[in-house]
């Protein structure tokens, strides 16, 4: 069994190019800390690979969603997602582990986790897959966990071996959060990667922490977050009297980037609640220029269509984030993706693309709140009534679009 694991492993790391410059800015924190008592995890994923689509799968012990490159029409990575069982998973590579061993693929980091979404229910399952799997893992990445047991944990993962850091352990995580960007605290320090996006994610929680105010809200915030780590530069205290005129400001290391793809926050379960009322909310393309949308896994493994792929293979939400994204990027040449147009994103006379953004994603919310309030008040989650959403999600951000930035969204 383990010979034909590592042979598949080996043959999918040939066929999928490998993601260079992958980053990434992702935290998990246990229920114990949370402003509900409910886990969270999130990941904003930066890749070159800027078209994600959502997916279905039932081919494993699990049924369970993933976010997946829209070019794997296979399905074969996934690069965070849940399960029916409430477990949960997502990664951010590592760039010091591994430091004195010649096998440096570093590849396998989406087939671990749609391995992971397809046998595991709990922290102990993770870290038996881990075990049990052929070495060298051929990743060097920090897996974040959670699981509808409570659990939530890192795993610093090399080749060989991996290191786990526990959010209930107050040794470990104090105020019951961890942060992990590009480095691992196992690994050869002297060469962490992804130091400005970590400390702006630690301040933000701290800060969130202080209040007890951590929520999946919060962390749609962090997604967009425009405080610099390093510098405390902070874009939002220079916003352009008009979006008229082009505005550039340096846009390097925030959490936000110019090849951020996605986002995830998946909200876990409160003790004794279904693992059915898992949610994950889902930023297809920038948050810069798009809407956090939730989900679940229904009997039919419905999801909203403008999540998952089209007939041209592609996501349509995606496709309109990435049409706006020009906007905020117009410089095509050079270092371009370096410097943002910040009167396109944000304005005094309110007209910024994010303003745009947020009235349209806050009526999402509102419309969700309502059916999440009486799933856990009865305990079940109503399939009907998730169905009824996504139909009205379709209709509605489609509508949205095409009318707040005239996109021919063709819904």
């Known amino acids: 069994m383990k010979q034909r694991i590592n042979i598949i492993i080996a043959s999918l790391i040939v066929i999928f190019s490998f993601e260079p410059l992958q980053a990434c800015t992702t935290a998990i924190v246990s229920g114990k800390y949370t402003a509900d008592g409910r886990p969270l995890l999130f990941k904003q994923r930066d890749t070159p690979q800027l078209e994600n689509k959502l997916v279905a799968f039932q081919d494993g012990k699990y049924p369970y969603l993933g976010l997946v490159n829209t070019k794997d029409v296979l399905g074969k990575e996934v690069f965070g997602g849940f399960n029916k069982a409430g477990f949960a998973i997502m990664n951010s590579a590592s760039y010091n582990l591994n430091p004195n061993d010649s096998c440096k693929d570093d590849g396998a980091d989406g087939l671990i986790m749609k391995l992971a979404l397809q046998k595991c229910a709990t922290l102990a399952d993770f870290e038996h897959l881990l075990d049990s799997l ?240 009486k799933w856990r008040t009865t305990g079940a989650i109503d399939e009907k009534e998730i169905l009824l959403f996504y139909n009205w999600v379709d209709k509605f951000i489609s509508q949205s679009y095409h009318d707040t930035f005239d996109i021919q969204t063709n819904f």
């Open 134 to 373: 052929p070495k060298p893992l051929n990743v060097s990445s920090n897996f974040g966990v959670i699981d509808a047991k409570g659990g939530a944990a890192y795993y610093e993962t090399g080749n060989y071996k991996y290191k786990k850091y526990d959010a209930n352990d107050p040794d470990i995580a104090p105020l019951g959060y961890l942060v992990r960007t590009n480095f691992s605290y196992s690994g050869d320090r002297k060469q962490d990667k992804g130091l400005s996006r970590y400390q702006a994610a630690q301040d933000l929680l701290y800060q969130a922490s202080l209040t007890n105010s951590i929520t999946v809200d919060f962390f749609i915030n962090v997604s967009r977050s425009l405080k610099h780590g390093i510098t405390h530069t902070n874009l939002y205290d220079d916003i352009p009297a008009s979006g008229s005129e082009a505005s550039f400001s340096a846009f390097r290391d925030y959490i936000p980037r110019y090849v951020t793809a996605s986002s995830i926050v998946v909200h876990g379960i409160a003790k004794n609640e279904s693992p059915n009322l898992t949610t994950m909310w889902t930023t297809l393309g920038s948050p810069l220029t798009t809407v956090a949308i939730p989900v679940w896994i229904t009997s039919g493994l419905k999801l909203p269509e403008i999540l998952v792929a089209d007939k041209q293979g592609k996501a349509k939400l995606n496709d309109w984030s990435l049409q706006l994204k020009k906007q905020l990027f117009p410089i095509e040449r050079g270092e371009g993706a370096d410097y943002i147009n910040l009167s396109a994103l944000l304005s005094k006379d309110q007209k910024g693309i994010l303003q745009k953004i947020l009235p349209i994603e806050k009526l999402v919310q509102s419309q969700v709140s309502v059916y999440q309030h």
